[in-house]
């Protein structure tokens, strides 16, 4: 099943949320896509945070976080920062591999428990830009 997601303004971030299953998907095709669609949505609103929230069934392999980090670099700018939250305690070790890597590849993306600390971060990234 191909993944299902929503993308809300939320006054000073988009709030993306994604349903579905990774199992039998390629998840890296659906996760370019997404990702393509919500960078397109933020440069129309002008909007430089995103709290992105999963609700995935299925694990995410690290051969599919790589190439998502790698595929996504093309879509973003210095200013966008990406709070991520999976649902799915299996992901926690994956998300903390992709954040590593999307630091290393200058991508301002963190992985959160919940979108209480992950709304947090987003505030003070905003506080941030509006200096």
């Known amino acids: 099943?191909?993944?299902?997601?929503?993308?809300?303004?939320?006054?000073?971030?988009l709030r993306v949320e994604v349903m579905g299953s990774r199992?039998?998907?390629?998840?890296?095709?659906?996760?370019l896509r997404m990702w393509q669609?919500?960078?397109?949505?933020?440069?129309?609103?002008?909007?430089?945070?995103?709290?992105?929230?999963?609700?995935?069934?299925?694990?995410?392999?690290?051969?599919d976080t790589f190439n998502i980090v790698e595929?996504?670099?093309?879509?973003?700018?210095?200013?966008l920062a990406i709070a991520y939250i999976d649902t799915d305690p299996l992901n926690q070790k994956e998300n903390i591999?992709?954040?590593?890597?999307?630091?290393m590849h200058g991508i301002n993306f963190r992985a959160f428990l919940s979108?209480?600390?992950?709304?947090?971060?987003?505030?003070?990234?905003h506080s941030s830009q509006k200096h």
């Open 115 to 125: 979108e209480e600390d992950g709304i947090q971060w987003l505030k003070a990234m």
């Open 71 to 79: 595929g996504v670099q093309n879509w973003l700018w210095p200013e």
């Open 1 to 13: 099943m191909a993944y299902q997601y929503t993308v809300k303004e939320c006054d000073y971030y």
């Open 23 to 31: 199992d039998r998907t390629d998840v890296t095709t659906e996760s």
């Open 97 to 103: 591999i992709a954040e590593q890597s999307a630091m």
């Open 37 to 63: 669609d919500v960078a397109s949505e933020c440069k129309k609103k002008r909007i430089n945070l995103i709290l992105a929230v999963f609700r995935l069934s299925g694990i995410r392999s690290l051969m």
